[in-house]
């Protein structure tokens, strides 16, 4: 879907393969389904922060850091028009998730699933503003209003689930490699953190490179028959666009290493685990949205959640040897 100017006003044109119903149903079905997720997630931390401020050692503004932190984000992206009211809402719930999950308890740091999250929403703006002119000219360049509440969580959403009590507990009921004393420092909180910073990755790459092909990319290939297609095609690839796609990866695998407490090897994984999530939303593209079975929100939901489960993968083989 596009966006074409007329008498000084925007015209939505509808240029996916997927017919529009069919588009709305699934995108409508992530925000529900997913979006409930994460709304439980933050009434979990919320709890969380309730009972500790009866507490006799509670400290009320370190306590609420991040919704005050949350806020500021939403403010901040609303007052960009880089989301709707409704997606700039999920954006902060989302922000607030992953923060209170990823900090340290009763430490006074902003050390945590913000800053690679800050870096992600500052790159993904910035190249979906770059060539915004011909991008509009083309019919691909984003609505004015900004992304969706079902794009912000077909995007961010895995990343703040992983972190969370849910994705703490999948994490716990698989058969990690560490069982009895020290289970959760040498399993749970590193695998997750590891699924959060590759899912982010992926989300990174995959906007970037988009963005950037689009615009500086020249006409793209068919990642599976090499063909030169026009731009904007389902699944197409350039080597510009990729190459910024991985850079701007790479980037957040760095600041996302200090930020989530990762060690170096451990933020190569999340990078190759989110290379081969952007390639994945490539195939996928190349073939189950150019057929209209997937919309673009299902594609990059289901690229974020490969991205996660490579980065478990890898993760074992690497540091556990099985």
Known sequence: MGGEMAGGEEVRVWRKAIPEG???????????????????????????????????????IQALIPIGISVV????????????????????????????????WGAWTLRSGLIPLALLFVLTFLSTRAGRRRKAEAGLAEGRKGRSAAQVIANLSVAALVVSPLGQAIAMGSTGPCCGTGYSQHWVIPVTRLMCLAALVEATADTVS???????????????????????????????????????????????????????????????????????????????????????????????????????????VVVFGR
């Open 22 to 60: 069919r588009d709305r149903v699934q995108s409508r079905g992530l925000v529900w389904v997913v979006g409930a997720l994460l709304v439980w997630m933050s009434y979990l931390a919320v709890e969380r922060t309730y009972y500790y401020l009866l507490g006799d050692d509670a400290d009320l």
């Open 73 to 104: 984000f939403v403010v901040l992206v609303l007052a960009l028009r880089a989301a709707t009211k409704m997606g700039g809402a999920f954006g902060g719930i989302i922000c607030f998730v992953m923060v209170e999950w990823t900090r340290p």
């Open 210 to 316: 988009s963005e950037i092909g689009q615009v500086f990319g020249g006409r793209p290939v068919m990642l599976l028959s090499l063909k030169r297609v026009e731009v904007g095609t389902d699944g197409a690839v350039s080597l510009l666009g990729s190459g910024a796609g991985i850079l701007a990866g790479a980037m957040v695998a760095v600041v996302g290493m200090w930020g989530l407490r990762l060690s170096a090897r451990e933020a190569c994984i999340a990078l190759v685990a989110g290379v081969c999530g952007l390639f994945f939303d490539s195939l996928l593209g190349a073939t189950l949205e150019r057929r209209g079975w997937l919309g673009n929100d299902l594609v990059n939901f289901s690229s974020t959640v490969l991205a996660a489960g490579v980065a478990v993968l890898i993760y074992r």
